[in-house]
């Protein structure tokens, strides 16, 4: 078939003996092909599908909007789901965090938290703050304000040239802890690195963003809850706000709804999207503080509106399945029930011992494999070998679908997988990663 579409994230090239998928349907974890072929999805398509595909509860909400109104503009209008949502959300949040902007994916829902902080801080008295820092390993999207601040190469090096000019921080790194601690028990003594950037730019800095207890496009790599509290102080000290994107994190992928709550921190923005509509909708939530809210407040002519549209902002659709999420969440006591000890006791029976598994690290129902040539040394594959995506492959030939990061395959299934399907999903991952690394 001629390829007329460039498809995300991918090298065309690479589907000249690897065909695309035909996907036709998908129910509960498995996405089906044209030919009847099942795939067990446990990466929950790009970490949004929070409760499976196709969720009934989910499905009839959205069908009875789009009876009631598809769409309407949210300027001038607003409507019964996105005031309802709020109205819920405000409740499950970090305390403080009062007021909702709504827009249509992660990347801009992240670009926003950065405008309006820059922002803030100019109305507020405080126009020379205009730097951002962040993580060096960090992921926040792709478009290019937040490419900007995302640390890792292989998204951003190309593009350099055109990016804002971030403060990078080193940040943990927990499997390779350069102070030979264990994320469980240190205190993030590798803050240090923000506290220099902090005495040496926090004067002149805005924002700091971060993933908080995960960096998921850098490998799922887990830290401190204790590392967030630190970072909470510093942006006290210096009068700089805090940017938490729990676009990954949030929605009970660490195990408490929000990511935030491990450290008991309330940042002064938190973004959300990916599981918020279950995967049945785009949407994203800017969330922020009264205090920044505030400092938007004034009469027309003082100019300092928060100026920024988006089409689909509170697409109604979305805030239905939105609602619906929140009922599941609730009534199937979904975080309480979810099987995260058994998935993660499974997969270190089954692979914990092999050679080329350095570390099998899980939070919530999260569970990352890092692959490394030589255990003791911790030492990586060669990146050209492609290890990951050839453990993909296997996967794909067996019905999983195990897309890695790097060499860093990963489960990040929806929260309701049961028992048997766990087991399934464990032994086909084993046979496809010892098609290519025999043990
Ligand atoms: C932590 C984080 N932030 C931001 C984004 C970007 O979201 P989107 O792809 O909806 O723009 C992602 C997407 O994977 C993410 O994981």
């Known amino acids: 078939m001629k390829q007329r579409i460039w498809h995300p994230c991918t090298q065309m090239k690479d589907h000249e003996d690897f065909p695309l998928v035909m996907a036709d349907r998908a129910e509960g974890i498995y996405i089906y092909d044209e030919e009847g072929k099942a795939y067990m999805d446990i990466i929950s398509s790009w970490w949004c599908n929070l409760l499976g595909h196709g969720h009934p509860r989910i499905k009839e909400a959205v069908k009875q909007q789009l009876d009631r109104m598809e769409h309407v503009m949210f300027a001038g209008f607003t409507h019964r789901p996105a005031e309802e949502l709020c109205g819920r959300l405000v409740k499950l949040l970090p305390r403080g965090l009062e007021k909702f902007f709504f827009v249509d994916n992660g990347s801009t829902a992240v670009e926003v938290a950065m405008k309006m902080s820059f922002q803030y801080h100019h109305q507020s008295g405080a126009p020379e703050k205009k730097k951002f820092m962040t993580l060096a390993n960090g992921y926040h999207g792709e478009t290019l304000g937040v490419l900007s601040m995302g640390g ?7 593009y350099r040239p055109l990016l804002l000019d971030a403060i990078h921080v080193d940040g943990p790194d927990c ?3 350069p102070y030979g601690l264990q994320r469980d028990t240190c205190q993030g003594q590798c803050i240090e690195a923000a506290e220099k950037a902090f005495q040496e730019h926090g004067h002149e800095t805005t924002a700091f963003l971060f993933e908080p207890m995960f960096q998921g496009a850098a490998g799922m790599r887990i830290y401190s809850p ?3 509290r630190k970072l909470r102080a ?13 676009i990954a994190a949030g929605y009970g992928r660490t195990g408490k709804l929000f990511a935030c709550e491990h450290a008991g921190v309330t940042p002064d923005f938190l973004c959300l999207s990916k599981g918020l509509t279950g995967g049945f909708a785009p949407m994203a939530i800017t969330v922020t503080t009264d205090r920044i809210y505030d400092a938007f407040y004034a009469d027309f002519n003082e100019k300092k509106a928060f100026v920024h549209s988006t089409t689909y902002s509170g697409y109604p659709v979305a805030c239905a399945a939105a609602l619906a999420v929140l009922d599941i969440l609730k009534e199937d006591r979904i975080l309480e029930r979810m099987e995260k000890e058994y998935l993660n006791k499974c997969l270190r029976q089954a692979l914990a011992d092999h050679k080329n598994v350095g570390e099998i690290r899980g939070i919530g129902l999260i569970n990352a494999m890092e692959l490394v040539e030589d255990r003791d040394a911790k030492k990586a594959f060669a990146p050209e070998k492609r290890t990951g995506y050839q453990i993909y492959k ?5 019905g999983l679908l195990l897309r890695p ?3 860093v395959p990963y489960f990040n299934p929806p929260l309701n997988i049961t028992r048997a399907e766990i087991d399934q999903a464990v032994e086909l991952c084993q046979d496809s990663l010892r098609a290519v690394l025999a043990d």
Not at 152 to 158: G, L, R
Not at 234 to 246: G, H, Q, R, S, T
Not at 394 to 398: D, I, L, N, P, V
């Open 152 to 158: 890792m190469d292989f998204y951003a090096q190309m």
């Open 175 to 177: 499997y390779r802890c």
């Open 226 to 228: 204790a590392y967030i």
């Open 234 to 246: 510093l942006c006290d000290a210096y009068n700089v706000n805090l940017i938490a994107d729990e």
């Open 394 to 398: 296997e996967a794909m030939k067996r």
């Open 405 to 407: 990061m790097g060499d």
